[in-house]
Nanobody, 121 residues
């Protein structure tokens, strides 16, 4: 099994910043993709940003220019630096990690439990 531990959510003022972290642990041979999604009340979960094994990044239009995703391969951790936060960014943020297990090299995709981000004055 693969466990994901998210941290860094909380309350921020409009225009402020937060940094989310998601550390993967467990039966992991390799990690391919890592990403962040968010779900606001009454809305579907949506992509925020992803980063591939070679470092290629992809951002939702709402995140471009304000958010930055990065990964520490050695620590199996993905980060999301969020700047210039807006009230519409209020949501539960989930990390998503995919790769291969040790031993049988089976593929996995795991989701974090979610961390609340609230942007309000």
């Amino acid at each position: 099994q693969v466990q994901l531990a998210e941290s860094g959510g909380g309350l921020a003022q409009p225009g402020g910043s937060l940094r989310l972290s998601c550390a993967a642990s467990g039966n992991i041979f390799s990690i391919s993709h890592m990403g962040w999604y968010r779900q606001a009340p009454g809305k579907q979960r949506e992509l925020v940003a992803t980063i591939s094994e070679d470092g290629t990044t992809n951002y939702a239009d709402s995140a471009k220019g304000r958010f930055a995703i990065s990964r520490d391969t050695a620590e199996s951790t993905v980060y999301l630096q969020m700047d210039s936060l807006k009230p519409e960014g209020t949501a539960v943020y989930f990390c998503d990690v995919g790769g291969q297990h040790s031993g049988d090299y089976g593929f996995f995709t795991s989701w974090g439990q979610g961390t609340q981000v609230t942007v309000s004055s």
